[in-house]
């Protein structure tokens, strides 16, 4: 900016003018920082629902809320592959109820990857919290969300 121009009014304009592209820059360098892993998620959210005592150098120690994966569930197997003799399930006929063998609903059928564990001390609108984890986590992943007591 030329020396003649530099006056108290066109400085203020000037920084009215940059001050939402420095703001928005700054948000786009905070998006770009994380992305769906774990640790970036937890960090996020921590971050977001603004903690207390939260630190992200001693993030472990620190954090209330937390993503856990699923415990591995035991799967039942009819038949391996290797197995010479396969019996096959047969409907007997005798009852006039329809028979169901393999029930995805009820048998080891885990439809999320992994649980956002929120602490029952923060407020939060799911919705909310959805939206923002939604875009930052990876496409087919799902999960759910859970409270608990500190």
Known sequence: MPTFLRKVKHLALLRSFVTPLVKLHDDTLYKIQHDGRTIYLEKLLNEYYQVTGYDTQNHEATKLIYIDDLPDV?????????????????DDGDDNEDDVFLDADNESYVSYSWIIFMPDTISFEEIKLRALVDSYRYAGKKYTIQTYTP
């Open 74 to 90: 035991e799967k039942l197997y009819i038949y391996q592959n290797e197995e010479t003799e396969v019996s096959f399930l047969e």
